[in-house]
Nanobody, 120 residues
Framework: QVQLVESGGGLVQAGGSLRLACAAS????????MGWFRQAPGKEREFVAG????????RYADSVKGRFTISRDHARNTVYLQMNSLKPEDTAVYSC?????????????WGQGTQVTVSS
């Protein structure tokens, strides 16, 4: 069982930046894929960004390409989501997810989420 704990959410003005962090309890994430998802009020959860733990291969939703960057720190067992040029439509609860399959299509473990609010 992998425990994921997110941090770094908050309130920011449009055009600003935030960095989210996701600390994983599992020591061996070698074959894992790590992802960030978000869910806005009244909307379905959507994929934001993902990365493979070992190779660092990444994937992004079109809506965040060029603005968000996902990265990982092996020493800290942590995945980050750097969010720049934030827009009000980025407001959502952001959740970290992980899966040992190494594919971007499924995630078995989820964090509790952290709120990101972007004011106009």
């Amino acid at each position: 069982q992998v425990q994921l704990v997110e941090s770094g959410g908050g309130l920011v003005q449009a055009g600003g930046s935030l960095r989210l962090a996701c600390a994983a309890s599992e020591r061996t994430l070698r074959n894992y894929v790590m992802g960030w998802f978000r869910q806005a009020p009244g909307k379905e959860r959507e994929f934001v960004a993902g990365t493979t733990w070992s190779s660092g291969r990444t994937r992004y939703a079109d809506s965040v390409k060029g603005r968000f960057t996902i990265s990982r720190d092996h020493a800290r067992n942590t995945v980050y989501l750097q969010m720049n040029s934030l827009k009000p439509e980025d407001t959502a609860v952001y959740s970290c997810a992980a899966d040992p399959s190494g594919t971007f299509s499924s995630y078995s473990y989820w964090g509790q989420g952290t709120q990101v609010t972007v004011s106009s």
